[in-house]
């Protein structure tokens, strides 16, 4: 009777330790994972710069934080920018509401060159698949270190109270665009790069501020023509249309104040996106 007491003791006694051993094991385990997942999240966080840091090192505005450091990312942005607005063009839905003017398809296609593409954003763009361009790395929209306002609003310099004071905003018209998110390259069309803008300031009208994308090649049809894409505006009572012209139809339109030659003064010249600013 004593020896079976024994064993029925050792039997529970070596329960109890397996038990608390398996617990141990569990306990350690989730100790790993979670330590594993702090230290991701730091990693994660210490990407972004510290919020007192808003050097601007060219003095226009944008924080150089969410300027395009690296020359892969600076590339994505502007095949994904000229592909979103040349996609407008042969779009078969019709086009997005907000798309009514000239600085409209600017700044939807600089948004959603952002954007994580995958197959349902392709889907709510219109597009039968996503392109195999590479995605911009350094943040997407509307996470950016700016939130969903992207588009500087004022003069100034950049400084920690734009994020409170409405410094930056989702809207902006072209002449805001040009002012204080772009930065003046050059009057001849040849120093454009696939992404750029070419500014025109027709006098007389009640929105003078015209903008124009310039392709470079197409994305959709083999062909050494450069184009540049735009939208009308409204004309008389319709909604105006997206159109895209190639550099010699434009050189070679009816109407010379749009000749993006340096005679013509209506011709502004071609900017670039301050965030692509240090590629030069």
């Given amino acids: 009777m004593t020896c079976k007491i024994k064993r029925r003791t050792a039997v ?34 210490s990407t972004h710069p510290p919020l007192s840091d808003f050097t601007d090192s060219y003095g226009d505005g944008t924080p150089d934080f969410v300027r395009l450091s690296s020359e892969p990312d600076r590339q994505a942005f502007r095949r994904w920018f000229a592909f979103l607005a040349e996609a407008q063009y042969y779009r078969r839905a019709p086009l997005p509401d907000e798309i009514d003017d000239c600085a409209a398809l600017l700044r939807f296609a600089y948004r959603e060159a952002l954007r994580h593409h995958d197959g349902d954003w ?20 509307p996470h950016t270190p700016l939130g969903a306002g992207i588009f500087r609003v ?36 040849r120093a454009a790069q696939r992404g750029d803008l070419l500014f025109f300031r027709q006098f007389g009208q009640s929105s003078p501020y015209h ?20 939208h009308t505006g409204p004309i008389g009572k319709s909604a105006g249309e997206i159109r895209r012209l190639a550099l010699s139809e434009l050189f070679a339109h009816p109407e010379a104040r749009w000749h993006p030659v340096r005679g013509n003064p209506a011709f502004l010249g071609v900017y670039r996106w301050n965030i692509l600013r240090g590629a030069d």
């Avoid at 989730?30 to 994660?44: E, N, P, V």
């Avoid at 905003?169 to 772009?182: H, I």
């Fill in 211 to 230: 903008a124009m994308i310039f392709l470079g090649r197409s994305q959709f049809e083999p062909g050494p023509e450069s184009y540049v894409v735009y």
């Fill in 12 to 45: 529970v006694t070596l329960s109890i330790v397996a038990l608390l051993c398996s617990s141990i094991i569990v306990a350690w385990a989730r100790f790993m994972r979670s330590t594993r997942a702090g230290a991701s999240a730091i990693t994660s966080v």
């Fill in 122 to 141: 392709a889907s709510a763009m219109a597009l039968q698949v996503a392109p195999a361009i590479p995605p911009v790395a350094k943040y997407e929209f």
């Fill in 154 to 189: 004022r003069d100034g310099q950049s400084a920690a109270e734009d994020l409170r004071d409405g410094a930056f905003a989702e809207f902006a018209d072209a002449n805001t665009l040009r002012r204080f998110n772009t930065y003046f390259v050059s009057r001849e069309v």
